[in-house]
């Protein structure tokens, strides 16, 4: 008799134990269904004014989880995390205002950079050149083109990375000079800094 007491309890208590986990199951299942959901809207929450113009995504080809984000008013940012985190990679050397930022297709390592939001707009923010990293945003060189101000992009030969070409604009509200097309352009040997003429070979 107390025998088959004790396995009327261990049976009534495997039986609730079932029935509280499948109805915890229940719950779980019913509160992520998609009505559940259908209410949010995706708003946003910053950062607002002029201080938010992104100006440029450098994406890794084969890792898209890997990017650099160049920021019109707020340096060079990176992520290694599909933007779950952010790093600063360009805090130290100058100019705060990014116009562009590229990276070598056939070298994720290099990254290039030019200062200088290509964003027109009443306030904006002027670099002071082209830089170059080898080591994928750790340290930076100005590679020249200090006067440029503004960079609008900078695009590598995929063919040859030893070939790039920059578009400076100078300043957006001063004299720039001028080109003459007529003469043909400056090519600057591997190793040498930018000129003020391109296609430029680093």
Known sequence: M????????????????????????????????????????????GPALTSGRISDFAVDPKNISEYFVAVSSGHIWKTTNAGTTFSPVFDNYGAYSMGCVTMDPNNKFVVWAGTGENTHQRAL?????????????????????????QIGDIIIDPRNSNIVF????????????????????TVVKPGKKFSKSAPIQV
Request: with cysteine; charged share 25%.
């Open 2 to 45: 107390r025998l088959k007491l004790i396995c009327l309890m261990l049976i009534s208590v495997l039986v609730s134990g079932v029935i509280t986990a499948q109805n915890e199951e229940k719950d779980q299942k019913s509160t992520l269904q998609k009505e559940n959901f259908s209410g949010l809207k995706w708003r946003n929450i």
């Open 125 to 149: 923010g002027y670099g002071n050149g082209v830089y170059k990293s080898v080591d994928g945003g750790k340290s930076w060189k100005n590679m020249g083109l200090k006067e440029s101000r």
């Open 166 to 185: 920059v578009a400076a604009e100078g300043s957006a509200w001063g004299p720039v000079g001028t080109v003459d097309f007529t003469k043909p352009l």
